[in-house]
């Protein structure tokens, strides 16, 4: 079994199972309280302040420990915009927000202020000049990933970080997937808010960091106590948060190293799965990039039943399809990116994954997508059918889940002359992304989306 | 050493301790992945809810996991009171719920919406037909403890959630204290909303309990996800959830035999403190109580010098006196009892207390308490001091914190005649919950409260 989702969830760090196991003894009473054993947890969990501040790059006693990255997240946007109340209510986040993230802007939006989204290519990243235009006088708070967590493309924070320095805007940089590849600081000095999640990193699950940076306007939001500086109501998980700490320095000793050989494997991944699989895409940026993580995605395939076959051949990967999401919808990631979202694969590799693992999930994937694709009776890759004359063919798929209707486009195409048009009447949300990149990568023409009386019908003309 | 705050936190019970470790393996995935490691950890989660379900008295499908039993209350709440939002906005809840029930109230309150606080009896416990004549037409929701985890006082839930479901309005039980003496059902058929905390059982920190019953009204706060159907967000802690939930039922089974025999060691403390320690207010109900918690308060005597006494003799206890929270106010709950808060010495014994403990405990009081008073220069138990006639004596008690202003005050009584007064000038919040109390236990005259130029004016008649 290789488990290859390192970026959902990493294994336990062995330093962290150690600092759990030695603390659980020491840390399970109230660290507020005056006695022996309250002290002793104090001290544990002051020491594990220290570290984790260390680790990220600020004073201890502008880190809190909550619990989980999400709750990190949601509580920093809503504190910080509920201090800048008086400047004004708007918010911006970068269309590749991980959903907690975007969660708490509709949250926001529902009580009706303004969010803006800022796009980004179709690397992933967004531009620090486009960044800078959406800024307002009344803007409270600005958020940016440092990477993104499906993609794993590194965005500009530095660049963003200080234009919004400038503007006085504080920047929250949820860090939860660069973390564990090091400190924001030095290389990002402007941010305010931070946040993090400890099971990315190898540390339990049940702890999350937000850093609020002196002199960054905070109101805590909802009931609050007295612990974690107000941040994070409830009593504190004391085990956990030490193991999280002493994973964090002991991950971060190790990251230099193992980043240099992870993304040599990564790499491998990048230039070899295109050249195994036919018509696929490999997304994100190639350089400026997470050295984890790499994700593509394979026509003619649905991501389930890849995701399926692939953990039947012992790997564990996930997928920004629709038809693995509860809603039914592509990633918003894939979708702001413009990308393909059918057969969608997300690589990301846990610290001491074996090269003979990569080299192995290399051996499988080719069988495992032609599987998948054989089964949903896919057209062959390279030339289409011989072409009986037809004009301006209308193809139905109503009803049909991807990757059926971009299947039956690429069936169709060759029933066209060049010049002629295919229309695909669709209702499966994936369509919208996964039609224009059909064309993108075989070279045909797309012309457009229009509404029709369920779901929309997608136009496609006939190149070659 | 001696560990007598179970009510604050319990030391990690063994079954938590053995299935925290067997499932660190398991539980550490994404339990929303579909692959192996994925499926593992939902199976964890599943089977961790059955249990706790059927501990807590509920169907497994209207019990979430949260990350804290305060966590629990505050979504309790503001999720209840939500899904009401049509019937009405008004809260109630006892003058003497854990202080996350009151920060939830207090932040309903500065959002400009009705609360009422329904008071208690010396004893410590609503009167249902008081709790019964606060509920309103516009009454959303209504919150009662199942009992006091400052005194160990049992509040008549049954009672007051019959009243409540006759109304039509939802009762949420906090039951953190209870819980780990049995399930809240069948005793209690009616309430609507459960609350409980993981590390007051002896399981991990870092895990409450939330239970809804169908058909409850509820809209989730803030942002959510879709884990833990919408009403915990962020990642789960699978690991500590398991843990947990097989120490609850391991604690349960337990449960009887362990409070008969703590409820002996109780009742020894209960019977034996006044005899060995002149001077002492033993409070909460002596019958209808928790089996292994009680508290005291030391007339003469500071609660923090106190404890630091006890803590140096090996024993760990906590304290409601003013000189021991940060904020200088004694606790809510002495407070709303009318009870005696300096000197406050609560006890609550973990599972498992040995007898010789508790006596060791009690061969250490008196001289910890005699100690404290001695530094104090407080008066000695009995006869005051010959009587200078005199008659309405002034005492400047201004900047002096508790106990001082009623050990000047004992003090100063000898001073006037029977049938004077004394009026105590003083400025620590403690002197109006304590000088009353001292009146009762002395056999005074309370005259009453007057505002001063800097805090209050405290009068006290002499009878004897």
Redesign the interface.
């Known amino acids: ?1 290789s ?1 290859f ?1 390192a970026a ?5 760090h062995p330093v962290a ?1 150690q600092a ?2 030695a603390s ?2 020491e840390g ?3 660290p507020a ?6 002290r002793r947890a104090r001290l544990l969990l002051d020491a594990a302040r220290e570290a984790a501040a260390e680790a990220v790059g600020c004073r201890p006693d502008e880190l809190s420990f909550t ?5 990190a997240v ?1 509580t920093g946007i ?1 504190g910080a915009l509920a201090g800048r109340r008086r400047t004004g209510s708007h918010l911006i986040v970068s269309a590749v927000e991980h ?2 993230v975007l ?2 802007a ?2 926001h939006e529902r009580a009706g202020h303004p969010v803006t989204e800022v796009p980004v290519g179709r690397g992933g990243a967004v531009d620090p000049g486009e960044y800078a235009r959406t800024l307002r006088p009344d803007t409270a708070l600005a958020c940016l990933q440092s990477a993104n967590h499906e993609v794993g493309t590194v965005q500009p924070v530095a660049e963003v970080a200080g234009v919004c320095h400038q503007a006085g805007v504080p920047l929250l940089v949820d860090a939860a997937q660069s973390l564990p590849w090091g400190p924001l600081v030095p290389e990002v000095p402007d941010w305010s808010l931070f946040t993090a ?1 400890s ?1 990315k990193w190898g540390g ?3 702890v ?1 960091l937000l850093a609020v940076r002196k002199g960054v306007r905070f109101a805590p ?6 612990r974690e500086s107000g941040r994070a ?8 948060i030490v193991a999280a700490a002493a994973s964090l320095r002991a991950v971060h000793a190790e990251a230099a190293a193992e980043a240099a050989r992870l993304r040599e494997l990564t790499a491998l991944i990048r230039a070899r799965v295109p050249e195994l699989v036919p018509d696929v895409e490999v997304t994100g940026d190639p350089e400026l990039r997470l050295p984890h993580l790499v994700t593509f995605s394979c026509l003619y395939a649905d991501g ?1 039943s890849l ?2 076959a ?2 039947r051949a012992g790997f ?3 997928s920004g399809s629709s038809c ?1 999401s ?1 809603t039914l919808t592509p990633s918003h990631v894939l979708t702001a990116m413009g990308v393909l979202s059918e057969g969608n694969v997300r690589v990301s590799l846990p610290a001491g994954t074996a090269r003979e693992e990569v080299e192995s999930f290399l051996g499988v994937l080719p069988g495992a997508v032609a599987g998948v694709r054989r089964k949903l009776d896919a057209p062959a890759a390279g030339a289409p059918a011989a072409a009986p004359p037809a004009e301006g063919l209308v193809v139905d798929s109503l009803g049909k889940r991807c990757p059926l209707p971009v299947i039956e486009l690429a069936k169709a195409i060759g029933g066209v002359p060049v010049g002629g048009t295919v229309t695909v009447l669709a209702d499966d949300e994936a369509a919208r992304l996964d039609i224009p990149a059909w064309c993108a990568m075989r070279g045909q023409e797309y012309v457009g989306e229009e509404p029709a009386g369920r779901g929309s019908a997608y136009t496609v003309r006939r190149l070659s």
Chains 1, 2 share one sequence.
């Open positions: 079994m488990y989702d959902s969830s990493a294994p336990l199972r759990l196991h659980l003894d399970w009473a109230d309280r005056l006695y022996r054993e309250g619990t989980s990255g999400t709750r949601h809503a959903s907690s969660h708490g509709e949250a999640s099971h339990p699950a049940g999350g939001p909802g009931p609050v106590d007295e109501a409830g009593f504190e998980n004391i085990p956990a389930e995701l399926h692939l953990d564990s990967v996930s693995t509860s």
